[in-house]
């Protein structure tokens, strides 16, 4: 898992949050990874990932407060390592 440490305007494409990955990380978005973004007053925070054959996002907005540090709280973290999905073995 992966986290910006500068805001991202999250309103942003896949396409745009994917060139930051690179940018930013040095890496492939379509490697797998779990790529997290924050917005400015750390309210918001959105996730993308390649699931096989697309781009998969989750965004969450706090109702009350902000992200510590912006960075992922437990249980977060807990819940997007439950969703992610597994890479299948290529089909011969």
């Not at 949050?17 to 379509?30: G, H, K, N, S």
């Not at 790529?35 to 907005?61: E, I």
């Amino acid at each position: 898992m992966n986290v910006a440490t500068s805001p991202t305007d999250l309103r942003k494409s896949y396409d745009e949050l994917a060139a930051i990955v690179e940018a930013q990380f040095a890496r492939q978005v379509r490697a797998g990874n779990v790529f997290v973004f924050v917005n400015r007053r750390a309210t918001q925070m959105r996730m993308l990932v390649w699931d096989r054959d697309g781009y998969c996002s989750l965004m969450k907005r706090l109702e009350a407060g902000a992200l510590i540090n912006q960075a992922l709280d437990r249980e977060v973290a807990a819940a997007l390592s439950r969703i992610v999905p597994r890479r299948r073995p290529s089909a011969r």
